[in-house]
């Protein structure tokens, strides 16, 4: 607590020199020069019965570290977290430009409430449930021309029995792109946002110059919502371009709103015409709506087209003419149509990562 105080109110950051700035894009996008270690066959072995940070416990810690030069192993790296088993290794050659690794972590079944009540204030009570992550990854260099060529593994994360409240501010989880917001914003259906989420589960697949979104999925009692597809590896990683389509499937009682086919649902749930994609690149993905779909759906919901009232930007594609009436009418034949107003962005960048952010 006392290294994570605020700073003492009314102080001024000191003001630095100018100077040319280095291209940072550039920097960014190189590999870590080699390291060679001051160490040969030095070992490091640590033993901690319990220790404590506000509501987080961490027993039976046992680690050991190898150092060899370049050559630097953690093996075994294992402890019990809240109750949870939780164990790593790392092999890692820092004496190669990029460096070479191979990690992997197996977690299971981490209670979240203790890490969000400690990490994430004004998350106090809103969060719940258990967390099983594995993760086995290869690879050498960090730069997207490397890993495009050695990057190899896969990595899971699943979320049961939870409840986790959505607010406005934060209305995504983990790192799965679905803007729950947005998605109950567009139906016009605020239950979304009022139910709390229940589950998520995320399956990526690493290899062949691509990162492979198997699945990315949340669950709620009032819907579900999955991006998944193939991320192909740009030179400089951040700007891997995305085409995720995310697929939404409502409770049947939800459904009914927008005039929905409920004899179609599967588990209660029934799936929508896929009216968003997640475009735009790694580094700053961008949502785009398919105003098409959108106004077929809020069409049906106010009882067809013909004599319905539909205000907004939907009202204004359906006034547009025959040809978006036509196309709305191959979409109540269960066609979707995509937008083709597409374009690749480039993003600055990435921002330092914060792992507690995944939380917020």
């Given at each position: 607590d006392l290294f994570a105080?605020?700073?003492?109110?009314?102080?001024?950051?000191?003001?630095?020199?100018?100077?040319?700035?280095?291209?940072?894009?550039?920097?960014?996008?190189?590999?870590?020069?080699?390291?060679?270690?001051?160490?040969?066959?030095?070992?490091?072995?640590?033993?901690?019965?319990?220790?404590?940070?506000?509501?987080?416990?961490?027993?039976?810690?046992?680690?050991?570290?190898?150092?060899?030069?370049?050559?630097?192993?953690?093996?075994?790296?294992?402890?019990?977290?809240?109750?949870?088993?939780?164990?790593?290794?790392?092999?890692?050659?820092?004496?190669?430009?990029?460096?070479?690794?191979?990690?992997?972590?197996?977690?299971?079944?981490?209670?979240?409430?203790?890490?969000?009540?400690?990490?994430?204030?004004?998350?106090?009570?809103?969060?719940?449930?258990?967390?099983?992550?594995?993760?086995?990854?290869?690879?050498?260099?960090?730069?997207?021309?490397?890993?495009?060529?050695?990057?190899?593994?896969?990595?899971?994360?699943?979320?049961?029995?939870?409840?986790?409240?959505?607010?406005?501010?934060?209305?995504?989880?983990?790192?799965?792109?679905?803007?729950?917001?947005?998605?109950?914003?567009?139906?016009?259906?605020?239950?979304?946002?009022?139910?709390?989420?229940t589950g998520a589960e995320v399956q990526v697949g690493l290899g062949s110059g691509q990162i492979d979104v198997q699945r990315a999925e949340v669950v709620s009692p009032a819907f579900l919502g999955n991006v998944h597809g193939v991320i192909p590896i740009a030179d400089v990683l951040t700007n891997s371009p995305l085409n995720l389509p995310l697929e939404v499937s409502l409770t049947n009682s939800l459904a009914t709103k927008l005039a929905l086919d409920t004899t179609q649902s599967v588990n209660g749930y029934t799936p929508l015409p896929v009216f968003m994609t997640v475009l735009g690149t790694l580094g700053n993905p961008q949502p785009k709506k398919d105003v098409l779909v959108l106004a077929t759906l809020t069409a049906r919901a106010a009882g067809g087209l013909v004599g319905g009232t539909v205000g907004g930007e939907v009202g204004n594609v359906i006034k547009t003419g025959s040809g978006v009436l036509s196309g709305l009418g191959s979409l109540l034949g269960g066609h979707s149509t995509t937008s083709t107003n597409q374009s690749t962005t480039t993003n600055a960048p990435a921002r330092s990562f914060n792992p507690f952010n995944l939380l917020r």
């Open positions: 105080g605020k700073s003492k109110s009314g102080t001024t950051p000191a003001a630095t020199t100018a100077s040319t700035p280095a291209p940072a894009a550039e920097a960014a996008n190189q590999e870590p020069a080699p390291v060679i270690l001051p160490f040969h066959n030095f070992t490091a072995s640590a033993a901690i019965g319990k220790f404590y940070l506000h509501e987080v416990e961490i027993t039976n810690l046992l680690a050991n570290l190898t150092l060899n030069g370049g050559q630097v192993t953690v093996k075994p790296l294992q402890l019990t977290l809240n109750g949870a088993p939780v164990s790593a290794t790392a092999d890692l050659n820092l004496g190669v430009p990029g460096w070479i690794y191979a990690v992997s972590l197996d977690a299971g079944g981490i209670p979240i409430a203790p890490l969000a009540n400690s990490f994430v204030p004004d998350a106090n009570g809103k969060y719940s449930g258990l967390i099983y992550v594995g993760a086995q990854v290869k690879g050498q260099g960090v730069t997207g021309t490397n890993l495009r060529q050695s990057l190899s593994g896969q990595v899971s994360l699943i979320l049961t029995n939870a409840s986790v409240q959505l607010v406005a501010s934060h209305t995504k989880i983990f790192f799965i792109p679905i803007n729950v917001q947005l998605i109950a914003t567009l139906l016009n259906i605020p239950e979304i946002m009022q139910s709390p989420l």
